[in-house]
């Protein structure tokens, strides 16, 4: 359609074998003048077997449910151990689907599954330390920028001129580039573009090094929408610092792994052909947050305390 070729991202895109019906891509929904259902499917990824119900991914699954626009709770099981019994997930009011994950590889949380009955995906990490409202809140800011990353870590890029290549840093600065996607909501429709737009050498790559497929998708939304992620509210810690050492999900304790995030920024830029990500300063709150004023004003108080 003229719509489709004559505004971004462009045909390219928005791919057919997805959908011929413009209704489905995320990037025409205010041209349409539609507004995306306000439900999401969390996808949870767990590499850590259960051991207690005080574990992280418990409390997380139990958050998540409780929140107003959540449909369902799908846990993609990519833990080399076998599958739990039903009963040792806590009961929750929306169903929770236990997928095992396919060849336990970490862009498996990327597929663009069936079972994703909605058009918001709220991706987890399993040791992701988020409140309800939180949650709320994130879903509700993702209702206005439904093409984007919205989300709470923020990372960033830069250019290093003296290695002359590009850099990936986590440091708390003004300004991000990258949303990870251990706390972040996006369309479902990028699932799929991840899926079958992406280089079967970039997914492998990632999948080896069980690494980076959180900037991979920053990467591939930036290159589509050519805008930066959103960052919400101010939070320094979203990770769960109880974790085992010896759990893989402890990664961030390993020393290669920051090496090898930064190899990751040079070859996905390599195979843009350009650096897609996007600076920003842009951080969006709950109206009054920490505004010296009544709690009782505020719509999102739990986030205030936390």
């Known amino acids: 359609s003229s719509l489709m070729w004559n505004s971004l991202p462009g045909g390219l895109f928005a791919l057919p074998q997805y959908s011929t019906s413009l209704r489905d891509f995320p990037f025409y929904y205010a041209k349409l003048g539609i507004k995306p259902n306000p439900k999401f499917t969390a996808i949870i990824h767990v590499v850590t077997p259960l051991v207690s ?8 699954l139990v958050a998540v449910a409780k929140s107003q626009y959540c449909a369902q709770v799908i846990i993609l099981w990519n833990c080399d151990k076998a599958l739990p019994a039903k009963h040792r997930w806590p009961a929750t009011a929306v169903p929770v689907v236990v997928i095992e994950g396919e060849n336990k590889v970490i862009s498996s949380r990327f597929l663009p599954y069936d079972t994703i009955p909605t058009e918001a995906v709220f991706s987890l990490d399993e ?9 709320d809140f994130a879903l509700t800011v993702w209702q206005s920028f439904p093409d984007r990353l919205v989300g709470y870590p923020a990372r960033s890029h830069f250019w290093d001129s003296n290695k002359e290549r590009w850099g990936y840093t986590s440091k708390w600065t003004n300004d991000y580039s990258m949303v990870l996607t251990g706390a972040a909501v996006y369309h479902k429709y990028y699932h799929y573009l991840y899926t079958t737009y992406l280089p079967a050498s970039l997914r492998t790559m990632v999948d080896q090094m069980s690494n980076c497929e959180d900037i991979l998708m920053n990467f591939l939304v930036s290159s589509v929408t050519k805008l930066p992620p959103i960052k919400v509210t101010q939070k320094k810690q979203y990770k769960e610092t109880m974790m085992g050492q010896s759990s893989r999900a402890s990664r961030w304790a390993d020393p290669d792994h920051f090496a090898q995030r930064q190899t990751c920024m040079n070859k996905f830029a390599n195979w843009f052909g350009t ?32």
């Not at 119900?53 to 997380?60: G, H, I, T």
């Open 275 to 306: 650096m897609p990500l996007v600076h920003s300063q842009m951080r969006l709150d709950p109206v009054l947050f920490k505004d010296q004023v009544s709690i009782l004003r505020k719509k999102y108080r739990e986030i205030e305390r936390l």
């Open 53 to 60: 119900l005080s574990q992280p991914v418990m409390k997380l």
């Open 127 to 135: 040791d992701t330390v988020l409140s309800t409202t939180e949650v």
